[in-house]
Structures are given as C-alpha cells and as structure tokens.
C-alpha cells in the first residue's frame, strides 16, 4: 500500500529511536538563524545508553499537531515540533497533523542534548511515516534545520557536521568519519541538577554572536581545531583528543561568559567534576571532560578506566547520579508499540 496514494483513508504512523551526541568540537553560532546554518563545523560522539523515542502519527481530522513527551502533554515543545514536521509535509506534499509521543530515558532540557536526539527521532520517523523515504544525508538536513547538533545524532560513532558554504545550507551536513566499533571509548555523564537550564542553547548562541567581544576569534580558530580532533581520531591518540576537546569546551565557555550578560551554564559540582577529571588525568588515567549549554559534565574514557572515572566522579559533592554509556550507532526506526511502551 503505498502511504502517499490516499490522504484520508490512512493514519500513518511510524516510530525511531535516536541516541545524543555529545560535541567534542562545539557548534555554537549560528550563520543563517532562518535555516539554523552553523558559523562553524563540529565534531561529536554519540552514545548508546541514552534514547529518546518517538511515535508520529498523522491522523486526519486534528486540527493541530499534539505531542506527548515523557507521558504528559507538553504544549511548550509544539512550535518546533510542528516547525519540523512542517518540513516533512511539504515535502509530502500533505497538511495532516500528527500526534507525536516521545520519552527521553534522561533529563531534557538540562545539556544533556535531548534536543540532538529527540529532532533526530522526530525527522526519522516523519520520514517513515510518510514513506519519503529520505536519505541519510537528507535526512541529517532536515535534523539540522529543526536543531542544529539533531544533524549529527542522525548517525552513529564519530561524526562531523560541516559549516557549509552554500547560503541554502545543503552542503551543512552531518557525516560519520569513525565507527564506534574503530575506537569505542567510554562516557560517564555526571548529572549536577535535574532542573531545565535558564536559557537554551539558541537563545545563548544568538546572544553570544550579539554581543561577546570573541565571536570572531570562535569562528577564526575552529578549522584548526577540527583538522587536530580529526588527526587525533585517525589515530586514536586519547591524549590528543583529549587536549583539544577540553580546549574547544573550554574556549566555547569563555566565549558565552563573555556575552552580555554573560552565560554561565555551570554550577559549583560541575567545576568540581572539572577539577576531579583533570586530577585523575595528570595521575594517567586516560579521562577528559567536556561541558555543553548546562551544568552536567561529561567525562570521556578509555573503556578500561569508566569504572574508576564513574567512581571518582560519584564521591564529587553536589553529583546527583553518573550515568555510564558507550558509542552507540545510527538512529533507527523501531516498533511502534515498543517506542510507545517505553
Ligand atoms: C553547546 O543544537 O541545541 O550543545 O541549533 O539552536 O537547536 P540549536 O542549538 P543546539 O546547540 C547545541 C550546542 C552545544 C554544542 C554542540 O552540541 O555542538
């Protein structure tokens, strides 16, 4: 049955699972707000034990789109939810509205890049639903138009997004440059606050270009440190990766400190937790921590050392829970009735 044939007859209905990614090289600025086109490139891993999960439907006869996330209706998360699905209709060339049910296994809202996973899972299961049929990249595309770092959870292991040159952002795509099986290392997210972070990544990234005297310093520095995360991953030097992911963490922070008023994502545990991985690596344990717009750190380790990394990082005053995960792979379509249950 092909789903385009009859617009009443069919609900269409289909279901995804997408893991965050945490950027070791940080996207923060935005080129083009209207198409969300990054000022820089970036580079992440994505994880594997963290998930949402999303059921669309399209059902005729609602008047507006509804979503359910996390088990209760959550108008706030409408506009962007419909802003995205807007995407996939038009390319269906269709206006029925959905019913989107979506569950995080993790915080949203506090850095932990639910919306990475969430719009990955959102745009997949569009696709499917309306039998689009997108490609990967087109699909990383879409991701990126409905939130900039859901370009890269599209796909699994070590992924770079490019800034793009073109204006209609075609060519800002994510990509996978690793596998998870080439180098799987470790992450220990420490969880410093349950509460959803003041102000958002978007809203923080257009403030910073507004007014932090080292935009343009951000922007003239990131090639340098993307081609350094890409030789460090080539040749799965830790210690190297190490240095220039905590660097470009560090340099995003201080870029955002600098807008005015200055944004300070991070409270007192989480610099503790800075203190503690930086501790643990001049002793050699191979560990680096990185920090998005919130105050959960996020310790990176070789598999042998999570363990004690997750350890160490539990005896930390103010550390709420240390969730431990691997790299995970690609966003995937799954059952709807298990996407639902969960
Ligand atoms: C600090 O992707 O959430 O996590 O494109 O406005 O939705 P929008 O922003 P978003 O920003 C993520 C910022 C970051 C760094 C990163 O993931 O690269």
Redesign the pocket.
């Known amino acids: 049955m092909n789903p385009k044939s009859d617009d009443s007859a069919l609900t269409r209905v289909a279901a995804a699972q997408a893991q965050p ?3 070791l ?4 600025g ?1 080129r083009d707000v209207a198409l ?1 086109l ?1 000022v820089v490139g ?1 580079l ?1 891993i994505t994880l594997d034990r963290l998930w949402t999960r999303t059921e669309v439907r399209f059902e005729t006869g609602l008047d507006a789109d509804r979503i359910t996330l996390n088990g209760r209706e959550d108008p706030k998360q409408l506009r ?1 939810a419909t802003a995205c699905l807007d995407l996939l209709r038009s390319r269906a060339g269709l206006s029925t509205r959905a019913r989107i049910t979506s569950t995080n296994n993790f915080p949203t809202g506090a ?1 932990l ?1 639910s ?2 996973s969430g ?1 990955a899972a959102l745009v997949l299961a569009g696709d499917a639903a309306l039998g689009l049929e997108l490609s990967t990249a087109e699909l990383s595309v879409l991701a ?1 138009r ?7 959870s599209i796909f699994g292991g070590y992924v770079e ?1 490019a800034r793009g040159e073109r204006p209609d952002g075609e060519d800002s795509v994510a990509r996978p440059i690793l596998e998870t099986d080439a180098w799987p290392l470790s992450v220990a997210v420490a969880i410093t606050s349950m509460a959803e972070k003041a102000i ?7 403030r910073t270009a507004e007014t932090s005297p080292f935009q343009q310093a951000w922007i003239d520095t990131q090639e340098a440190d993307l081609a350094e995360a890409r030789a460090a991953i080539v040749a799965r030097d830790f210690e190297r990766l190490a240095v220039i992911s905590e660097y470009s963490c560090l340099k ?1 922070h201080a870029l955002a400190l600098a807008a005015k008023p200055g944004l300070l ?1 991070w409270n007192a545990a989480t610099v503790a937790c800075m203190h503690r991985v930086r501790q643990l690596r001049a002793q050699g344990v191979p560990v680096f921590f990185t ?4 105050p959960q750190l996020k310790a990176v380790c070789e598999p042998a050392a999570a363990a004690a990394v997750a350890a160490a990082l539990r005896e930390v005053p103010g550390v709420l829970n240390v969730v431990e995960t691997g790299l995970g792979g690609d966003a995937k379509l799954m059952d709807v009735a298990e996407a639902v249950a969960a």
């Open positions: 990614n945490i950027a090289i940080k996207y923060w935005k969300n990054p970036s992440s962007r850095g890049a919306s990475a719009f990126r409905c939130s900039g770092s859901a370009a890269r997004w958002g990544s978007t809203e923080g990234m257009n995003m994502y920090i998005d717009a919130g």
